[in-house]
């Protein structure tokens, strides 16, 4: 009796596993977006800049394969310069809201002070990247780098499991490195996808199960004592 009782809850407790690891966790499939696209989906671009001069709503402008820029009220688009998201006159930044949550793994740029040589208000290309903390209500440092362009062949690797739809990329703005003259176009971002879990049965469903299989395990073993 205890051998089969044993037999009963290997085998209750075995299924109640499965349908709990499948869906543990969502799946997740490895996306590029290639931000200068004219037929660009599953995320929007817009500009903001903070502190100095320009601080406020900015303007994406695209410029094809040099990535996308910012202007700032402090600036005009119709005059000579980068018009790069850069830290002159404010801290411009570019923010990404995905239609899903995203965890991104490298940023490629475009044109930057670092490679370029030709503009002396910009002439380095440290970046920042954030993801918004919905939790908390606020953004969440992932990381600083140093110089894009040049170090990384103007790929640069993220490190982070934050899954977020909002994401923010900035001009660098921090205190290991010169904040300023910090200028790069923005090309494409990588990462994946947390997708929704399967139709049916969610993660709640599955834990309810396994309180069903072990409320059985205990009726099971109170008859076997009842019996004995």
Not at 65 to 77: C, F, K, Q, T
Not at 79 to 104: C, E, K, R
Not at 105 to 124: E, K, P
Request: hydrophobic share 40%; net charge neutral; charged share 10%.
């Amino acid at each position: 009796m205890n051998i089969r009782l044993t037999c009963f809850a290997t085998r209750l407790i075995a299924s109640a596993a499965v349908v709990a690891g499948g869906f543990a966790g969502s799946a997740q499939a490895a996306t590029t977006w290639n931000l200068t696209s004219s037929t660009l989906s599953g995320v929007s671009v817009t500009a903001k800049t903070t502190g100095g001069t320009g601080a406020g709503t900015s303007t994406v402008m695209n410029y094809g394969s040099g990535g996308l820029g910012v202007v700032n009220s402090a600036e005009d688009a119709s005059m000579t310069g980068p018009h790069a998201t850069d830290n002159y006159n404010g801290v411009d930044a570019l923010v990404l809201s995905f239609s899903q949550a995203v965890s991104l793994s490298s940023m490629t740029i475009g044109w930057n002070g670092t490679d370029d040589g030709q503009y002396t208000a910009y002439n380095d290309s440290d970046m920042s990247v954030y993801a918004y903390n919905s939790s908390a209500a606020a953004w969440s440092l992932v990381g600083h780098y140093n110089d894009v362009g040049a170090l990384s062949g103007n790929t640069q690797s993220i490190s982070s499991s934050i899954y977020s739809s909002s994401w923010l990329i900035s001009a660098y703005k921090g205190t290991t490195w010169s904040s300023t003259n910090d200028a790069f176009k923005l090309l494409s971002v990588a990462g994946t996808v947390l997708s929704t879990p399967p139709t049916g049965v969610s993660e709640p469903g599955s834990l309810a199960l396994l309180g069903l299989g072990a409320a059985g395990l205990l009726a099971a073993r109170r008859k076997s004592l009842a019996q004995r």
